[in-house]
Each structure stands twice: as structure tokens, then as C-alpha cells.
């Protein structure tokens, strides 16, 4: 090889390395996308159960669902709800494309949600596991769900520099006053 040739690689990868590596540093995380997504919807108060729930759906995104599907939240074939995103190519999860499928895949939930009349108003992790199961979007008990939100939930607090306790969850209603 000749010396202008060398010198020539030799500057392109002096180049193209760090901008590589810059590329790669500005991809966004899934969760970054979700919680944008998230925070622009009127779901905006559930941010942190719905983050805890696409982890837990997603093993913490390593399930094969999101990996070969890109699929957020293990969302199966929709029977009833008719625009919903993603490709149904024959497997039992919905099928997200392109650069934009974990934006498609939360938007899909934002409008499951809304079409379930999901509640905006954040009442507690114990009341968004009871909801979701009341609009049948699990099959496996409530107990084992939300023991497995509840751990991506707290770890997510847990990381947050500002974070002082869990919020508060109300719990069940006071008994009935009794009149005599």
C-alpha cells in the first residue's frame, strides 16, 4: 500500500470511529421513548406504572417479543379495536416496523387504553394492576402482576435522585358510618 492511501484511512478513521460511537450514544433507550410518548398523552400520570408495566412485559427488554417484534408491551391481536398499529404477520403478538415501533407500540396501548376508558387519574399501582385486569388485559393473577410491576416500579423510584417514598395507596374505603 502506498503512503497517501494509508494516510487517507488513516483519516477517515479518525473520522468516522467517533461519529460511529456519537450515533450509537444518541440512540434512545426504550424506556426514554415510552415515557415521552407517555407524557404527551392523558396517561401522563400513570408514567411511572406504565414504564414499570413495558419492563415487566418486556423482561426488562430482552423478551424475544420485543426484540424480534419491538412489541413495548406484549400486546396480542386486538379483536374489537380496529386501528391498531403494528402488522399481525401471523404470531400470537402484534408485529411493530421501522425506526419508530416502540413509539408505534405505546401509542397502540395509549389508544387500547382510551378505549378502554382507562382512568387519567393516578390512584395508586394497586389500582392500575386492577384496572388492566378488569379490562382482561392479563390472564395471569393479579397477585403475581403486581408483584412483578411493583419490582421495575420500585426500582425505577429507587433510581431517582428526588425520590422520597412509594405514592401513597389508598388502600380500601373506610367502613360505612353507622347512624344510630
Given at each position: 500500500m502506498s503512503?497517501?492511501?494509508l494516510i487517507?484511512?488513516?483519516l477517515i ?5 467517533p461519529?460511529?460511537l456519537?450515533?450509537?450514544?444518541r440512540?434512545k433507550?426504550?424506556d426514554?421513548?415510552?415515557r ?5 398523552s ?5 408514567e411511572n ?7 415487566f412485559e418486556t423482561?426488562?427488554y430482552?423478551?424475544?417479543v420485543f ?5 413495548a408491551f406484549?400486546?396480542?391481536h386486538a379483536?374489537?379495536r ?13 408485529t ?17 387504553l ?11 399501582l394497586t ?8 379490562d382482561?388485559?392479563?390472564?395471569i393473577?393479579r397477585?403475581?402482576y403486581f408483584?412483578?410491576l ?9 433510581s431517582d ?8 395507596d389508598?388502600?380500601?374505603?373506610p367502613?360505612?358510618?353507622k347512624?344510630?
Amino acid at each position: 500500500m502506498s503512503l497517501p492511501l494509508l494516510i487517507v484511512l488513516f483519516l477517515i478513521g479518525l473520522v468516522g470511529i467517533p461519529l460511529t460511537l456519537l450515533a450509537i450514544r444518541r440512540q434512545k433507550k426504550p424506556d426514554q421513548i415510552i415515557r415521552r410518548q407517555i407524557k404527551k398523552s392523558k396517561f401522563r400520570n400513570w408514567e411511572n406504572e406504565i414504564s414499570a408495566m413495558a419492563k415487566f412485559e418486556t423482561a426488562d427488554y430482552e423478551s424475544p417479543v420485543f426484540l424480534n417484534q419491538h412489541n413495548a408491551f406484549g400486546m396480542k391481536h386486538a379483536s374489537k379495536r380496529k386501528n391498531q398499529l403494528g402488522v399481525n404477520d401471523g404470531r400470537q403478538h402484534r408485529t411493530y416496523l421501522g425506526r419508530n415501533a416502540v413509539r408505534d407500540s405505546t401509542a397502540d396501548l395509549i389508544d387500547l387504553l382510551t378505549w378502554n376508558r382507562f382512568p387519567t387519574k393516578n390512584t395508586g399501582l394497586t389500582d392500575f394492576v386492577n384496572n388492566l385486569k378488569n379490562d382482561g388485559y392479563y390472564t395471569i393473577s393479579r397477585a403475581n402482576y403486581f408483584k412483578g410491576l411493583n419490582s421495575f416500579f420500585m426500582d425505577r423510584l429507587m433510581s431517582d435522585p428526588f425520590f422520597i417514598g412509594p405514592p401513597p395507596d389508598p388502600g380500601p374505603p373506610p367502613p360505612p358510618l353507622k347512624f344510630l
